[in-house]
């Protein structure tokens, strides 16, 4: 009886179940119909000409109906544009008040940092043409007039005329420290054109090129502050870089191959106006109708001239070929 009254209740089910999917399918049916329906009813829409698509940018830039440019009125225009020009005056403002708090820190004639400054470069004269390369003709003064030139204006500064009336005479061996204030105005040391003798370009005018001796100048780039040897002398010495070092008979140094310490330290430009950098000039006696790279560096305590990646500092390379 218990396995009759289960079965039974199971047809029922099955026969209430089917009908409900027949219904459910019937109603997906029609809506899919009435779907096509509303398709074929409803009309294309057309594509749009190139007409069409001139004149709605048209009205986007002006549309005479609304009185607006690109989609704004005139007031809302202004607003916008109000609100940019007051947003970056502001900005200005206080990008203007940030680095005047920041020039406030900073001092006009010394460096705030200094601890990490290198030892200083070297620079010859003559400089021509931006270049390290120093040749001539003895016979064709055409060819060492350039550099004779060069040295001649270099040297304008350095007239004992000028060095007199700017300069004061110093005490030879010790640093020349003025401790009167960073904004007062300091004094130079005289550096005399004569002192260089015959490479003053005073008895021999044209600097030894027409004799194939030359006179090359050599300076150290100027540190504010800065005391070369810190107390012992710096010295300047020329050699052969790369080559048979016979290749330079001589090398004289004027006035002497020692920086004196006198013309330092260097107090900057604002404060130490009539500074005239001390000179080595150095008058060689080389091979004729050779290339002689040369190197001259500076020795002393804290100078540096080892340094491959920088040719400046502490040394300078140049080529010489007298012919």
């Excluded at 549309?63 to 989609?71: Q, S, V």
């Excluded at 021999?204 to 090129?209: A, K, L, M, V």
Aim: hydrophobic share 35%; charged share 20%.
């Amino acid at each position: 009886m218990e396995m009759n009254a289960t079965s039974g209740g199971a047809e029922d089910h099955h026969r209430i179940y089917k009908p409900r999917l027949e219904n459910r399918d019937e109603e997906i049916a029609q809506q899919n119909a009435e779907e096509d329906e509303d398709e074929k009813k409803s009309p294309a829409m057309p594509k749009k000409t190139w007409g069409d698509m001139i004149k709605e940018v048209k009205t986007f830039l002006w549309n005479p109906e609304t009185r607006e440019f690109m989609g704004r009125t005139a007031h809302s225009w202004g607003l916008i544009l109000l609100f940019y020009l007051v947003f970056y005056i502001f900005l200005a403002g206080m990008f203007a008040f940030c680095m005047y708090i920041m020039l406030l820190t900073l001092s006009p004639y010394t460096p705030r940092h200094r601890d990490r400054v290198s030892p200083p470069g070297v620079m010859i004269r003559p400089y021509v043409n931006n270049g390290f390369t120093i040749s001539f003709t003895v016979s064709e003064p055409q060819s060492w007039q350039s550099y004779v030139k060069n040295l001649e204006q270099f040297l304008g500064a350095y007239n004992d005329s000028v060095q007199e009336g700017r300069n004061a005479v110093c005490t030879p061996g010790n640093y020349f420290i003025q401790d009167t204030g960073e904004s007062t105005m300091k004094r130079a040391c005289q550096f005399k054109r004569s002192m260089l003798k015959n490479c003053s370009g005073l008895e021999d005018e044209t600097f030894g090129y027409s004799r194939g001796q030359p006179c090359i100048l050599l300076k150290m780039n100027r540190i504010i502050g800065y005391q070369p040897g810190y107390g012992s002398p710096v010295t300047v010495e020329c050699k052969v870089q790369k080559g048979n070092e016979s290749d330079i008979h001589a090398t004289d140094f004027y006035p002497s191959t020692t920086f004196d310490p006198m013309y330092f330290p260097y107090y900057g430009k604002l404060t130490h106006e009539n500074y005239t950098s001390p000179l080595v000039a150095m008058q060689f006696t080389v091979t004729r109708n050779h290339t002689i790279p040369v190197q001259c560096q500076l020795n002393g305590v804290g100078i540096i001239n080892n340094v491959h990646n920088d040719r400046f500092l502490g040394r300078i390379n140049f080529i010489l070929t007298v012919n």
